[in-house]
């Protein structure tokens, strides 16, 4: 049973564009999220949180939100550079991280 | 400041061969996890330690996977013996109570063949 769930595997955008990145939730425990970021033979970086408080939160061109009623949060990126190409990871977290499966996003030149 | 330390960074194995991972946290962060990636899926915990307790081993299958935190700092994964189906990335990650965030090692590629 999936607790957290990303149903996009691959998402391509323009460069310049807006990624949009989808997660999906389960348990109504989960009091905080995050987005990792994965490149090929490296280990998943931290990218943005938000808390359970929140609904959204900011970071240069990154920008989490969270809809609790809908359980349901998403990544922005805007404007989507080609080094934003990676594996995005939504994780949730009831005192330890519950991972998605995981999208892989392809900014186009 | 050093991020987490995993070695080897690929190792490659006969089924049934023992096989051990390494792992050195970030300095000071009190909890260690351990978890599994297969292809195409997100991590999944197999341990987590607090200092040099295990506090979460739910997912740690017992009769192949061992794992020790002597001292509360480096930690070792061990599988013996290793299975077709154990190939995987094994990583390791660090936090601290402060911290929202856990820290990710670049991670031990194992292949059983």
């Known amino acids: 049973d999936q607790q957290v769930k990303q149903n996009s595997p691959s998402l391509s955008v323009q460069e310049g564009r807006i990624s949009i990145l989808n997660c999906d939730y389960t348990?109504?425990?989960?009091?905080?999220f995050l987005w990792y970021k994965k490149y090929p033979a490296e280990g998943p970086t931290f990218l943005i949180s938000i808390s359970s408080i929140k609904d959204k939160n900011e970071d240069g061109r990154f920008t989490v939100f969270l809809n609790k009623s809908a359980k349901h949060l998403s990544l922005h990126i805007v404007p989507s550079q080609p080094g934003d190409s990676a594996v995005y990871f939504c994780?949730?977290?009831?005192?330890?991280?519950?991972f998605g499966s995981g999208t892989q996003l392809t900014v186009l030149p | 400041e050093a991020g987490v330390v995993q070695s080897p960074r690929y190792k490659i194995i006969e089924k049934k061969q023992p096989v051990a991972f390494w792992c050195n946290p970030i300095?000071?962060?009190?909890?260690l996890y351990w978890y599994l990636q297969n292809l195409g899926q997100g991590p999944e915990l197999l341990i987590r330690?607090?200092?040099?307790?295990?506090?979460?081993d739910s997912q740690l299958p017992k009769d192949r996977f061992s794992a020790e935190r002597l001292k509360g700092v480096d930690s070792t994964l061990k599988i013996q013996p290793a299975e077709l189906g154990d190939s995987a990335v094994y990583l390791c990650?660090?936090?601290?109570?402060?911290?929202?965030?856990?820290?990710f090692g670049q991670g031990t590629r194992l292949t059983v063949v």
């Open positions: 994780a949730a977290s009831a005192g330890q991280l519950t």
């Open positions: 348990n109504s425990m989960f009091d905080y």
């Open positions: 990650a660090s936090s601290s109570p402060s911290l929202g965030q856990a820290f």
């Open positions: 300095s000071g962060h009190n909890t």
């Open positions: 330690y607090e200092n040099e307790e295990a506090v979460d």
